[in-house]
């Protein structure tokens, strides 16, 4: 039987956990949820990436298929953007036919220098000429390590994360089972999705293995 809890994945070793979740089966929540990302603009994007094929279970964003392509994407992501002003990650929204057609945001960091639309049109620009000049692996086979692809975005395309709340946003990056006992915190420039089991807060007790 599959030992995992809350998502988890038996791999025939150990379990492969969800987001912001831990443990050895995956029994607990993560005790700290940085979500600081997500307070900033974004530019929508779109890549196709053709060495690898789409699969049903890549619908399912807690399948291992869908987990272990976002997670190569997304480091190859970081590579490629971390030069970029103000990047702060990628956040995956839809995988899709077609190779597999990513459907992302780019999560930034606001600058007061320049207007919102100006800004986000300069860093679009930015990000399609670093994702153009990339380099990318020689062999394109789907049995190749790396992923080929290729990027787009258009004005239609800008936008701003969707305006939540704070306590909104750590419900929704916090695992289903355990997201009642959440709650924001911030500390410093930094925006945290906390429990009463995280150290160093005011308040937190002593809750030891959860």
Request: charged content about 20%; proline content about 5%; overall charge positive.
């Amino acid at each position: 039987a599959d030992p995992c809890q809350n998502g988890g994945h038996w791999t025939g070793t150990s379990c492969l956990c969800p987001p912001n979740v831990d443990g050895t089966r995956c029994e607990f929540g993560a005790s700290t949820i940085n979500i600081t990302a997500e307070l900033g603009p974004s530019v929508m994007m779109l890549a196709r990436v053709t060495n690898r094929n789409f699969s049903e279970d890549m619908r399912d964003t807690s399948s291992i298929a869908y987990r272990s392509f976002v997670d190569e994407f997304s480091r190859m992501m970081d590579r490629i953007y971390h030069n970029v002003s103000g990047y702060r990650g990628t956040r995956v929204l839809t995988l899709t036919r077609g190779s597999v057609m990513v459907n992302y945001a780019v999560l930034l960091h606001p600058s007061a220098r320049d207007k919102p639309t100006t800004n986000t049109d300069r860093r679009a620009r930015e990000l399609l000429e670093a994702a153009n000049a990339a380099a990318q692996p020689r062999n394109c086979s789907h049995s190749s390590e790396g992923l080929c692809f290729s990027t787009s975005s258009s004005r239609s395309a800008l936008a701003n994360v969707p305006a939540l709340n704070a306590t909104e946003l750590c419900r929704k990056y916090t695992p289903a089972n355990f997201s009642r006992y959440y709650y924001p915190y911030r500390s410093g420039n930094s925006l945290l999705c906390v429990t009463n089991c995280t150290l160093n807060v005011p308040g937190s007790i002593n809750c030891n293995s959860g």
